[in-house]
């Protein structure tokens, strides 16, 4: 039977199939090749509750992965779904565009969720905002809640697709899926003052079926989340550079002191600023 694993904790899974959920233990092949199965694995299961009073139900064979990602370990990702909040914690778009390059290099589509809106009271956070929208990003605003139509149109884009939530703690991922799913009643925190930072609630990864056999894993804050970018890679993939690169005089512009360069001379200056700052952090780290 053909399945996708939905859960995964200790050497044990949760695979769900057309005939429903199982747990089940990897075969012995598996540890002995090094291949340690994760959540967006498509699997073969094998049901076999004969064995003492245990459902030993086995996973005996992996698909090929479309991508895969070691921290967190999950694979076969189609969206990235990004939660953001304009305040508590600060709009933090250095963050956001790293998040969203990262992804666009694995060829994964983000999709934006702008939260806490309902409590900002700054414009520039406003024309942030519309900034993304500029690039032609799908955006959603979060305001505790957002209306039917919205949420129509984000289980439209998700529909049948495999997501994974992200964002620092605190941002409001959970509040967020438990506002689309009403049923997932996720543990939600408030966020801690003191530290200016919100409390980890969310503590293992498992997919979530929303409607229409559209999962979404609620992931832990970024900084669980390894982030491995090279140089090259982020002056063809940063935001929106692959459609401008082509257009610096050279081929292999990273667009910091080049002549000639599109990108330096187009892209908005909040957005560049970024692009250097992830640079900098880049070369720091060799
Ligand atoms: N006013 C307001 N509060 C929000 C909004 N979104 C989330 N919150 C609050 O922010 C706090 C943190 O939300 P969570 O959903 O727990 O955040 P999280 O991103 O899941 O956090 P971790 O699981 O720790 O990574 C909670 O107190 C939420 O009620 C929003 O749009 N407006
Ligand atoms: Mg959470
Ligand atoms: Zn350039």
Do not use: W
Not at 136 to 141: D, R, T
Not at 219 to 244: C, T, Y
Not at 247 to 275: A, G, M
């Amino acid at each position: 039977m053909i399945g996708l694993i939905i859960y995964s904790s200790g050497g044990n899974y949760r695979v769900k199939t057309d005939q429903g959920i199982f747990k089940c233990k990897p075969i012995g092949l598996f540890r002995k090749n090094n291949i340690e199965l994760v959540v967006g694995d498509k699997v073969n299961i094998k049901i076999d509750q004969t064995i003492g009073q245990e459902n030993l139900n086995t996973i005996n064979k992996l698909y090929e992965r479309k991508n895969e990602f070691i921290r967190p370990r999950i694979s076969n990702i189609d969206y990235v779904i990004i939660v953001t909040s304009v305040v508590e914690p600060y709009f933090n778009h250095f963050y956001l565009n790293k998040v969203i390059s990262f992804f666009q290099i694995k060829k994964i589509k983000p999709i934006l969720i702008f939260t806490k809106v309902d409590l900002n009271k700054n414009q520039k956070n406003l024309d942030l905002i519309n900034k993304y929208k500029k690039l032609n990003y799908e955006i959603f605003i979060f305001k505790n809640y957002i209306d039917l139509k919205e949420r129509e149109r984000f289980l439209n884009l998700i529909e049948n697709k495999f997501s994974i939530l992200t964002g620092q703690s605190g941002v409001g991922k959970s509040t967020f899926l438990n506002f689309i799913d009403q049923n997932l009643k996720l543990k939600t925190a408030q966020i801690s003052f003191a530290l200016n930072r919100g409390k980890h609630t969310t503590r293992h990864y498992e997919a979530f079926e929303i409607i229409n056999n559209s999962f979404i894993v609620d992931s832990p804050g970024f900084s669980s989340f390894k982030i491995d970018l090279e140089v090259n890679q982020i002056a063809k993939n940063f935001l929106n550079f692959s459609k401008l690169f082509n257009k610096c005089e050279f081929k292999d512009c990273i667009h910091l002191n080049e002549s000639n360069c599109y990108i330096k001379k187009t892209v908005d200056l909040i957005f560049y600023n970024d692009y250097l700052k992830l640079i900098k952090e880049l070369k720091e780290k060799y």
